[in-house]
């Protein structure tokens, strides 16, 4: 074939393919035009590129870069085309795909409201100097019992009560020997990890799980979260407790929170009080308090001459749940986005 007959037939091609794909009006009428002009194996560009090799030597250069112009040219009106019937069309187009529909929005993760909780209570405790201290969930019965003056008779160690980790050596009847480990049952284990490490005076507090073997129902869960508070120094008084634990539930629950302590019993401190707080026109019980029994001081190596101190654990879920309006705990543990995603 002469130059001057491949250049023309590249003329009329190139005239004839844009016009076409300009004025495609649909997806089929598309496809059949895409598949004449570029398509692999019979497409018009393709012919057009063999009949190349029978232009004379010399005048191949030319042709071919002829040739290339003309297949950009029809490829730029493919796309154009493709373009202005919404990016559909080829061969693999979806026929099911509706680009009307509005799109799938990706659900961005949120925070869990305990672990908000948790931080909201961090916070307000920082503010009256409190530090954080964290303590292991797999404790041994020094830290969990013996040091917090717990006597290995206490029902609080008894092995219904609590979750031991059998092993081959410390099956549940060596639970109280050493090497013998459970998942704690509060964290006031941490006051004992914090108080074998420094000297008083000491103002922590601790957030973190906390497990027992209780059924699930509307206010118990197998696994919970407790605040545990600890302040050391000289002269502390109950006083000092109770405005604290004022100051704090007023910052949480809002309002003027009244407080009140019942008389109780707990082995880690002299004299113990269950702590409540008026809510609503309720009186709640949100946890336990008391001044630091000498027995615990011993056990870490303090002189109970010399320092005094209170400690507080109070119940995380509670105070979550008042403060929120929840009424069943399960529902913090359930996994329910329709549930978590008002938080
Ligand atoms: N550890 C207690 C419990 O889990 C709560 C508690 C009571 C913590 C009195 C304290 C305290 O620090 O002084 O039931």
């Known amino acids: 074939m002469s130059l001057q007959n491949f250049l023309s037939a590249l003329d009329s091609l190139k005239s004839e393919a844009i016009s076409t794909l300009d004025s495609v009006k649909d997806a089929d009428a598309f496809e059949a035009a895409r598949v004449k002009y570029v398509g692999q194996k019979k497409g018009a560009l393709r012919d057009i590129q063999k009949q190349m090799g029978s232009v004379a030597a010399e005048d191949r250069k030319s042709a071919g870069m002829r040739l290339n112009e003309v297949k950009q040219a029809i490829e730029a009106a493919v796309n154009d085309a493709q373009n202005r019937l919404g990016g559909g069309g080829g061969s693999d187009s979806d026929p099911t ?8 929005r990706p659900n961005i993760g949120h925070v869990h409201p305990i672990t908000q909780t948790i931080s909201h209570l961090t916070e307000i405790m920082g503010r009256m100097g409190f530090e954080a201290a964290e303590g292991p969930e797999v404790e041994d019965p020094w830290h969990n019992f013996v040091a917090l003056n717990i006597p290995e008779d206490h029902p609080a160690r008894d092995p219904l009560d609590n979750f ?14 050493e090497g013998s480990r459970l998942l704690r049952s509060q964290t006031s284990t941490v006051q004992i990890r914090v108080m074998e490490n ?6 922590v507090i601790s957030l973190g799980r906390v497990y027992r073997p209780d059924d699930p129902d509307a206010t118990h869960f197998p696994m919970f979260h407790q605040m545990e508070g600890l302040l050391v120094d000289t002269h502390v008084t109950m006083a000092n407790l109770k ?12 309002g003027d929170v009244e407080i009140r302590f019942r008389p109780s019993f707990f082995p880690f401190t002299e004299p113990s009080v269950e702590v409540d707080f008026l809510w609503d026109g309720q009186w709640i019980e949100f946890g336990g308090a008391g001044m630091v029994d000498p027995n615990v001081f011993r056990a870490v190596g303090y002189d109970p001459e010399e320092v005094s101190g209170f400690a507080f654990g109070l119940g995380v879920e509670r105070l ?24």
Not at 168 to 175: F, S
């Open 320 to 343: 979550c749940m008042r403060r929120h309006g929840i009424k069943d705990i399960r529902d913090l543990y359930s996994g329910d986005m329709r549930f978590l995603s008002q938080f």
């Open 97 to 104: 795909f509706d680009p009307t529909l509005p799109g799938v």
């Open 164 to 177: 031991y980790l059998a092993t081959a050596q410390t099956g549940d009847e060596r639970r109280n020997e």
């Open 243 to 254: 405005t604290v634990l004022r100051v704090f539930a007023t910052n949480y629950l809002g």
């Open 198 to 203: 420094r000297q008083p005076p000491i103002r």
